[in-house]
Nanobody, 118 residues
Framework: QVQLVESGGGLVQSGGSLRLSCAAS????????MSWYRQAPGKERELVAV????????NYADSVKGRFTISRDNAKNTVYLQMNSLKPEDTAVYFC???????????WGQGTQVTVSS
C-alpha cells in the first residue's frame, strides 16, 4: 500500500523558516521523482520543487528559488522541503508527490498546511 505522509507544517511569521518532511512507503522510493506542490485558497495547485529519482538534480519554481531547498534521503524513504525567508504568499497546503512516468505512477500525500503571518 502506497503512503506519503507529510509533516512539519504550521504557523510561522514572515521571514521565518519551516522544514517539511514526507515519509514514503509502499514503493521503491529511489526510483521515483519526488516533488512538493502547493495550493493556496482559490488557486490551482502549483509545482514548488522537484528532485529527480536518486536525487540527481533539482528544480524550483521561480517564486521560491534561493529560499526553498528540496532534498531526499533514499535510505530513509523521505523527502524534505526546507523553507526559509517565508512570505505570506507562501501560505498554502503543501503536498508531497511521487512520480514514475515510465510506470504511469503518480502518488499524492494528504497535504500539510503552511501559514505565514505578516
Amino acid at each position: 500500500q502506497v503512503q506519503l505522509v507529510e509533516s512539519g507544517g504550521g504557523l510561522v511569521q514572515s521571514g521565518g523558516s519551516l522544514r517539511l518532511s514526507c515519509a514514503a512507503s509502499g514503493f521503491t522510493f529511489s526510483n521515483y521523482a519526488m516533488s512538493w506542490y502547493r495550493q493556496a485558497p482559490g488557486k490551482e495547485r502549483e509545482l514548488v520543487a522537484v528532485s529527480t529519482n536518486a536525487g540527481g538534480s533539482t528544480n524550483y519554481a521561480d517564486s521560491v528559488k534561493g529560499r526553498f531547498t528540496i532534498s531526499r534521503d533514499n535510505a530513509k524513504n523521505t523527502v524534505y522541503l526546507q523553507m526559509n525567508s517565508l512570505k505570506p504568499e507562501d501560505t498554502a497546503v503543501y503536498f508531497c508527490n511521487a512520480r514514475r512516468r515510465i510506470a504511469g505512477h503518480n502518488y499524492w500525500g494528504q497535504g500539510t498546511q503552511v501559514t505565514v503571518s505578516s
